[in-house]
């Protein structure tokens, strides 16, 4: 059988899992194609001209997001490696003032192993209760369920995306929806 050539396109008939969580992958697919394959100036580069947002600046705010998302709001546990070690202030700006300091392997890897950690708590979570079970983010109406932490992070990369297509953009001229067919992040990224 041949390998599939859009591996990032959601199923036509899926369960609500699979809807969901093909959803979340188009969009961590389509934003690793809009930031793939940049050096450091690329990666540094604020191309709006009104913000100092920058590509290197979403892969390490989305990869913190990731390991935050599917450990801390799912379990209560602490995110723990590898943010541990990065030297974080706690401000709410730190990931994208700081990515300026990292490689582009180093962010690429931050990124690539934050999804891919997330996918296996995701589909840890699933197997063990399903979209509506609780998880340990809670507010005033009482404990999250799992499909609220999915639909958060598609709404976080749902806007971020749109960010990256217009930094990509102004970077190389790179304009596109998706990915083309066949398209692999360099270097491998978490795609298996």
């Known amino acids: 059988m041949a390998?599939?050539?859009t591996p990032w396109e959601p199923p036509f008939a899926g369960t609500e899992a699979e809807q969901l969580a093909g959803a979340l992958n188009r969009l961590r697919a389509t934003f690793r194609w809009k930031a793939d394959g940049?050096?450091?100036?690329?990666?540094?580069?604020?191309?709006?001209?009104?913000?100092?947002?920058t590509l290197g600046?979403?892969?390490?705010?989305?990869?913190?997001?990731?390991?935050?998302?599917?450990?801390?709001?799912?379990s209560g546990e602490p995110i723990g490696p590898p943010w541990d070690d990065t030297g974080s202030d706690g401000s709410n700006d730190w990931e994208f003032?700081?990515?300026?300091?990292?490689?582009p392997e180093e962010l690429y890897a931050l990124w690539d192993g934050a999804v891919r950690r997330s996918e296996e708590r995701l589909a840890t979570?699933?197997?063990?209760?399903?979209?509506?079970?609780?998880?340990?983010?809670?507010g005033p109406e009482g404990h999250a369920s799992l499909r609220r932490l999915v639909c958060d992070l598609i709404e976080e990369y749902g806007?971020?995306?749109?960010?990256?297509?217009?930094?990509?953009?102004?970077?190389?001229?790179?304009?596109g929806e998706d990915p083309e067919p066949g398209w692999r992040p360099a270097p491998a990224g978490?795609?298996?």
């Open 97 to 103: 003032e700081s990515a300026v300091a990292d490689s």
């Open 125 to 138: 979570a699933l197997t063990h209760g399903g979209l509506d079970q609780e998880v340990h983010a809670s």
């Open 57 to 74: 600046g979403l892969l390490k705010h989305l990869a913190a997001v990731e390991d935050y998302i599917f450990t801390v709001k799912l």
């Open 159 to 175: 806007r971020h995306t749109g960010h990256a297509d217009l930094l990509r953009e102004g970077v190389d001229g790179r304009v």
């Open 190 to 192: 978490w795609w298996r």
């Open 38 to 53: 940049l050096d450091a100036a690329g990666l540094r580069l604020a191309a709006v001209p009104s913000s100092s947002l």
């Open 3 to 5: 390998e599939n050539e």
